[in-house]
């Protein structure tokens, strides 16, 4: 029993560890997207759509402007969304202006979050920064800065991510 327990507590350490890693960033032809298979054995298309709208209302103060696209039959949702960048969450210098598609299946979901911007405080515009799509702004970064823009990016996503699948594996909603 107890070995059953400490392998079940291994393979969700695992799937954590190998989830969000820069294996997920891709870049390609001036373009950053990232994207994850999540496996949500016992969960169907419709309880992982229902607590994903959920979570939307929950985290964002008008939830009906993020949403793009809402189609529960076929298991899309798609929400634009943007995610502060710092430590400072409450008075960020830039965020992340990014696209976010959900597809679900039955025990399985997909999320995929694309045509990513950077977009400055007006303070930081009075220097000259331009909001740019980040493909454009890693190309101009510092080469020190270059190796380390994915694992970054990963840092600012983290946590709406990690809410986002804590949400919709939630059994909170279950009856």
């Not at 393979?11 to 989830?19: E, K, Y």
Request: charged fraction near 25%.
């Amino acid at each position: 029993m107890k070995k059953t327990i400490l392998l079940m507590l291994l393979a969700v350490i695992v799937v954590g560890v190998r989830a969000q890693t820069e294996e997920n960033v891709h870049y390609e032809n001036g373009i950053v997207t990232i994207d994850e298979v999540v496996q949500a054995n016992g969960r169907t298309q419709k309880q992982m759509f229902d607590n994903a709208i959920l979570w939307v209302n929950e985290i964002f103060a008008n939830p009906k402007s993020v949403i793009k696209s809402r189609e529960e039959t076929i298991g899309l949702l798609t929400l634009n969304i943007m995610i502060p960048q710092g430590k400072d969450e409450t008075n960020p210098s830039s965020w992340l202006d990014v696209s976010l598609k959900l597809q679900f299946k039955d025990g399985r979901y997909k999320y995929e979050i694309n045509n990513i911007w950077l977009r400055w405080c007006e303070s930081f515009h009075s220097y000259g920064a331009k909001d740019e799509k980040y493909g454009d702004w890693i190309a101009h970064i510092s080469s020190e800065a270059r190796t380390t823009w994915k694992s970054d990016l990963l840092k600012d996503i983290k946590p709406v991510i990690d809410k986002m699948k804590s949400n919709i594996m939630s059994t909170a909603n279950d009856w």
